[in-house]
């Protein structure tokens, strides 16, 4: 099949495919002059779906060459999102280039950019599914999040974020850390603070250590009706006024 055009909902692509039905086997190269991600996501949410709310509008080259397997074609993609929102937060411009060796993928760039801020994402991924992510993002600003904002107080600072994503694509163990610092909450200065997560599909399980150790918590956050719940909180010369 060559040339191919076609369109699906605000989505374009143009094609050229060849389907070798004796050997099982697909060839194509291709372009999507201009994408949604919603539309993206909509064809692939039979075989997974997206845990969290993630849009915007991107263009993409791709080449695909394998088996009648995904988890076993090589491919190359490249491709940039613009003005996009992940999770309530926005971000101006996000690129990713992904190459894959019979189903060993590698991500060979992948970066988010907000104003003068970077997420930068690297890792693999196997045939049998099994991925291994690491997300790193340095010095964001807290008055640039849009979830602060919501909060309703002036709020600065910056933060560092490291994530890892390690086990099968489905239910992936999450871990993330991560460091607040240089924090101003209404005119009033904080010491740093630090924060761990773990992600799974029944609980989050963390702890925090806030304001240079005058607060410390543990907490279980139940996902799911049978998983439990936990709070441990711990204050030490913690003068609560200063938020008031």
């Given at each position: 099949?060559?040339?191919?055009?076609?369109?699906?909902?605000?989505?374009?692509?143009?094609?050229?495919?060849?389907?070798?039905?004796?050997?099982?086997?697909?060839?194509?190269?291709?372009?999507?002059?201009?994408?949604?991600?919603?539309?993206?996501?909509?064809?692939?949410?039979?075989?997974?779906?997206?845990?969290?709310?993630?849009t915007?509008?991107?263009?993409?080259?791709?080449?695909?060459?394998?088996?009648?397997?995904?988890?076993?074609?090589?491919?190359?993609?490249?491709?940039?999102?613009?003005?996009?929102?992940?999770?309530?937060?926005?971000?101006?411009?996000?690129?990713?280039?992904?190459?894959?060796?019979?189903?060993?993928?590698?991500?060979?760039?992948?970066?988010?950019?907000?104003?003068?801020?970077?997420?930068?994402?690297?890792g693999?991924?196997?045939?049998?599914?099994?991925?291994?992510?690491?997300?790193?993002?340095?010095?964001?600003?807290l008055?640039?999040s849009?979830n602060?904002?919501?909060?309703?107080?002036q709020?600065?600072?910056?933060?560092?974020v490291?994530?890892t994503?390690?086990?099968?694509?489905?239910?992936?163990?999450?871990?993330?850390?991560?460091?607040?610092?240089?924090?101003?909450?209404?005119?009033?200065?904080?010491?740093?603070?630090?924060?761990?997560?773990?992600?799974?599909?029944?609980?989050?399980?963390?702890?925090?250590?806030?304001?240079?150790?005058?607060?410390?918590?543990?907490f279980?956050?139940?996902?799911?009706?049978?998983?439990?719940?936990?709070?441990?909180?711990?204050?030490?010369?913690?003068?609560?006024?200063?938020?008031?």
């Open positions: 099949f060559s040339k191919m055009t076609g369109k699906i909902n605000s989505t374009t692509y143009s094609a050229n495919v060849d389907v070798d039905l004796n050997k099982k086997r697909i060839a194509a190269t291709g372009t999507l002059p201009q994408y949604e991600l919603t539309d993206v996501f909509s064809i692939f949410e039979r075989i997974y779906k997206m845990p969290v709310e993630i915007g509008t991107g263009k993409a080259q791709l080449k695909v060459e394998g088996p009648f397997q995904i988890g076993k074609l090589s491919y190359d993609i490249d491709t940039t999102i613009f003005r996009g929102m992940a999770v309530g937060e926005s971000f101006d411009r996000a690129e990713a280039h992904l190459i894959s060796e019979s189903g060993e993928m590698k991500i060979q760039k992948a970066k988010i950019t907000k104003n003068k801020s970077e997420i930068n994402v690297t693999l991924s196997h045939p049998d599914g099994k991925i291994n992510l690491n997300v790193v993002g340095k010095r964001f600003p008055e640039e849009e602060i904002s919501k909060l309703g107080a709020i600065s600072g910056l933060v560092d490291d994530m994503l390690q086990g099968h694509i489905l239910a992936a163990e999450t871990k993330m850390k991560g460091r607040i610092y240089q924090l101003n909450v209404e005119d009033q200065d904080f010491p740093a603070s630090t924060f761990e997560m773990e992600f799974d599909p029944r609980k989050i399980t963390g702890n925090t250590n806030l304001f240079a150790g005058q607060l410390k918590s543990e279980i956050l139940p996902l799911q009706d049978t998983a439990p719940f936990k709070l441990d909180v711990n204050a030490k010369d913690w003068n609560y006024t200063t938020l008031f």
